[in-house]
């Protein structure tokens, strides 16, 4: 099947872990991107990235790390979890940056 | 600094009722506007996409509206279903290389659609 995907669906972890979320996208897009939706549901960008570089970092700690291996992929990594990263975590991308985005399925992340 | 606002947060119509969903932004300068759905558990779905020059777009029983001027869309939904029952996001996207944010997608915090049977 042609889509976005995340793994894992869930995530739950001690404060102070460094843990890492993955997506993967067959559409052959040139952008994916990050989104963070918290406890209140609302939805913010997090990162950007176009054919592998980094065009967008909002102001997100910088535990928060994403790394992208080819154009397929763009991988999130975050160290010393706090109890403020609990939240739905969304992989997204898109043909260019002004396309219509595909979504992942979301990583639900707890931190305890 | 562009926002993004939708009202009401949470709706609930008997089925087979017609209904609209606002949404308003604040800068009327925007590359695009989306509608997308969220069910529970679940990613978004873009339901429909209006660029800047548009007025308005059409998919099935989805009519989505933009007045750019005003800084407003609504989504009409037709004849509604239990199925229609999800969370409707609205999205506007800055044009290029306005406030240092192209690309990035600004959403509303969302309307919580229920239909009941």
């Known amino acids: 099947d042609t889509a976005v995907s995340q793994t894992p669906k869930y995530l739950v972890t001690q404060m102070g872990n460094d843990k890492s979320i993955k997506c993967e996208q067959n559409l052959g897009h040139d952008t994916m991107y990050w989104y963070k939706q918290d406890s209140k549901k609302f939805l913010k960008i997090m990162f950007s990235?176009?054919?592998?570089?980094?065009?967008i970092n909002e102001t997100v700690p910088n535990r928060f790390s994403p790394k992208s291996p080819d154009k397929a992929h763009l991988n999130l990594h975050i160290n010393s979890l706090e109890l403020g990263d609990s939240a739905v975590y969304f992989c997204?991308?898109?043909?260019?940056?002004?396309?219509?985005?595909?979504f992942g399925p979301g990583t639900r992340l707890t931190v305890l | 600094k562009q926002e993004v606002t939708q009202i009401p947060a949470a709706l609930s119509v008997p089925e087979g009722e017609n209904l609209v969903l606002n949404c308003s932004f604040t800068d009327s300068a925007i590359y695009n506007l989306q509608w997308f759905r969220q069910d529970p558990g679940k990613g978004l779905t873009s339901l429909l996409l209006?660029?800047?020059?548009?007025r308005e777009q059409t998919s099935g029983r989805l009519n989505a509206s933009l007045d750019k001027s005003s800084g407003r869309s609504t989504l009409y939904i037709a004849a509604s279903q239990p199925g229609d029952s999800a969370t409707y996001l609205c999205a506007v996207t800055p044009p290029p290389g306005y406030g240092g944010s192209q690309g990035n997608l600004i959403f509303g915090k969302g309307t919580k659609l229920s239909v009941k049977p």
């Open positions: 209006i660029q800047s020059s548009q």
């Open positions: 990235y176009n054919n592998k570089e980094l065009i």
């Open positions: 997204a991308s898109s043909q260019d940056r002004y396309r219509v985005p595909y």
